[in-house]
């Protein structure tokens, strides 16, 4: 059996979760995954309790009610919005259909690893960008956008909370387009962001180089039924539509889904808390020692810690707290770690056991 080079080579990426680590155990208190800390809508839940009924049926392929509904609330035509099992299957098959061993690909890091490794599957060919605040090297980053390639920028990027302004992504999109170059953002947390809306989801009206990336996942808290959607010019989005495996997102899902989008006050509270509880673990963990936090603009923090991040992950899941361990995100090593903004009570329990540390 031969098999393709990008094949044998590829490392599936790593991510936090308490399947991130031997023998979860659900008790412990997990600091690791950037879900809202208000988890899923009560509409949400009641959904998927008061649907089991339709397990048995097969679910819309084209997630056709879920997409009017997404219209209405992103106003782009639903023509121009993919449905997926959670933001990461729209990553991959955007990578499969629109790159090659021919395409020039530039991803700034420390960022998200699954641009990497679907690119990578693609055959692309990847340059790195290294800045810690994308937002205040926009000039030399702009000056490597590749021709006829493509780049990927998470806004706010995870795992370092920054935010870039609209203005600068609008100074990005103009020359990505010059260059004939795809550009590809993920605001899978945007709509978690308390202070700013940077959102660029409009231009895709009038830029077909551009496609957003959402997930439901984050927003709103529905991480075990895995749906995200993407938001691109009818042209990209009609293959998008076409390749994607058939009944990609389950029922429950596109249910779940419609009810959490169709809970207004839902983000408003979210957005909240988190910047309530954002201050509150900043200013406390800031007081430690061994810890010194990056300003962040949503619902994580990422922690240059001078405790090595394997032994302080092993040491806090003793406490049952995990937490993400970031030494193996490209552009970071083992001194740093990312947490996750959760309730004061839940705060409060981190803060104590770092203390003990």
């Not at 810690?132 to 702009?142: C, V, W």
């Not at 706010?156 to 100074?171: A, E, F, H, V």
């Not at 075990?224 to 042209?235: A, E, L, N």
């Not at 193996?328 to 329990?349: P, T, Y």
Request: aromatic share 8%; glycine share 4%.
């Amino acid at each position: 059996m031969k098999l393709d080079s990008t094949i044998i080579s590829h490392k599936p990426v790593s991510h936090g979760g308490i399947y991130s680590i031997p023998n979860p155990d659900p008790k412990i208190l997990d600091f690791s995954s950037n879900i809202n800390p208000l988890g899923p809508t009560p509409k949400a839940v009641k959904s998927i309790k008061s649907n089991l009924k339709t397990l048995s049926i097969y679910p819309d392929p084209e997630s056709s009610d879920l997409r009017k509904i997404l219209q209405k609330y992103t106003k782009i035509p639903s023509s121009q919005i993919v449905v997926g099992n959670g933001a990461t299957e729209i990553i991959y098959n955007f990578c499969r259909s629109f790159l090659s061993s021919k395409t020039k690909v530039l991803i700034p890091i420390p960022t998200f690893g699954e641009y990497e490794a679907a690119a990578r599957l693609s055959g692309a060919k990847i340059t790195f960008f290294k800045t810690f605040d994308l937002e205040k090297d926009i000039d030399n980053f702009i000056s490597k956008l590749p021709n006829n390639g493509c780049i990927f920028i998470c806004n706010p990027n995870n795992p370092t909370g920054n935010l870039i302004s609209k203005n600068n992504l609008k100074k990005i999109l103009s020359q990505a387009k010059r260059n004939n170059c795809l550009m590809f953002v993920d605001e899978c947390f945007i709509e978690l962001v308390p202070q700013h809306e940077e959102s660029i989801i409009d231009l895709v009206k009038k830029n077909d180089n551009l496609i957003i990336l959402r997930s439901l996942t984050k927003s709103f808290g529905l991480a075990g039924i895995r749906i995200g959607y993407g938001v691109s010019s009818k042209k990209i989005i009609s293959i998008l539509n076409k390749i994607k495996i058939p009944w990609n997102v389950s029922g429950l899902a596109q249910q779940a889904a419609k009810e959490s989008i169709s809970t207004p006050n839902y983000l408003i509270k979210s957005k909240k808390l988190i910047l309530q509880e954002l201050n509150y673990l900043k200013a406390n963990i800031s007081k430690l020692d061994k810890f010194d936090c990056y300003d962040s603009t949503t619902n994580f923090i990422l922690i240059k810690t001078k405790i090595d991040s394997d032994e302080l992950q092993k040491k806090l899941l003793q406490k049952k707290i995990l937490i993400r361990n970031c030494s193996n995100i490209r552009g970071l090593d083992h001194n740093f770690i990312r947490i996750a903004v959760k309730k004061r009570k839940e705060n409060q329990k981190l803060l104590r056991a770092l203390k003990e540390i």
